[in-house]
């Protein structure tokens, strides 16, 4: 099972960097139906998955999701945050991100998610 990690930004600061699932392997991730609230630190995240991809499908987030793999599929999530400009960060290639509520506080549906290859497939409300 995972286990939310807490990692410092620096020895001086009590601005924590917390992530509900920190998943770095090359791995293909199944992350579905979960609840994560109440994270705070400024660069703290509810996901972040890199260099593997994922399947992140039916959760609710009260933070980000960072995504570096490619060929990532997240659908029916609800994603909510008022600390991150954007509900999910997406660097890779290939990825399907679609039927998902997203909510930051810059941008909500298609433009929350943070994207440059046109290869990916954006489609939300």
Known sequence: SLIGSSLYTNLGTTDKQVFAMKLQGNYNYTIDNNTVTNISGTSSK???????????????????????????????NNITTTDDIY???????????????????????NDAVNYTDKTNLIINY
Request: proline share 2%; glycine share 8%.
């Open 87 to 109: 509900a999910i960060n997406l660097t890779g290639s290939n990825s399907n991100v679609t039927d998902n509520y997203l909510e930051a506080t810059a941008y909500t549906g």
């Open 46 to 76: 509810a996901v972040e998955v890199m260099p593997g991809y994922a399947t992140i499908t039916n959760n609710n987030f009260t933070r980000e999701l960072w995504l570096s793999g490619n060929y990532n599929i997240v659908k029916n």
